[in-house]
Nanobody, 124 residues
Framework: QVQLVESGGGLVQPGGSLRLSCAAS????????MGWFRQAPGKEREFLAG????????YYVDSVKGRFNISRDNAKNTVYLQMNSLKPEDTAVYYCAASIVSYIVTIREKYDYWGQGTQATVSS
């Protein structure tokens, strides 16, 4: 059983940056594919980025490609999401998730463990 705890959210002005962290415990972190999702009010939870267990492969949806960067430190059992050039439409609760499959998946139902989420608000 893996427990995930996100941190790093907050209020930032448009064009600013935030770095989200997700600390894992209770499992073999390096064996999980990790993903970041977000959910804005009144919207479905959407996949943003994923990273392979080794960290060598990443995948981004078009809306964040070039602005967000996912990375992981298996020695620290932590996955990160660096978010740059933030826009008001990036305002959402951000979740990290872990999957036992061996490849990056974008489907919410393929993720087995979830964090509680961290709020990121982009506003002037």
């Amino acid at each position: 059983q893996v427990q995930l705890v996100e941190s790093g959210g907050g209020l930032v002005q448009p064009g600013g940056s935030l770095r989200l962290s997700c600390a894992a415990s209770g499992g073999t972190f390096s064996s999980y594919v990790m993903g970041w999702f977000r959910q804005a009010p009144g919207k479905e939870r959407e996949f943003l980025a994923g990273i392979s267990w080794s960290g060598r492969t990443t995948y981004y949806v078009d809306s964040v490609k070039g602005r967000f960067n996912i990375s992981r430190d298996n020695a620290k059992n932590t996955v990160y999401l660096q978010m740059n050039s933030l826009k008001p439409e990036d305002t959402a609760v951000y979740y990290c998730a872990a999957s036992i499959v061996s490849y990056i998946v974008t489907i919410r139902e393929k993720y087995d463990y979830w964090g509680q989420g961290t709020q990121a608000t982009v506003s002037s």
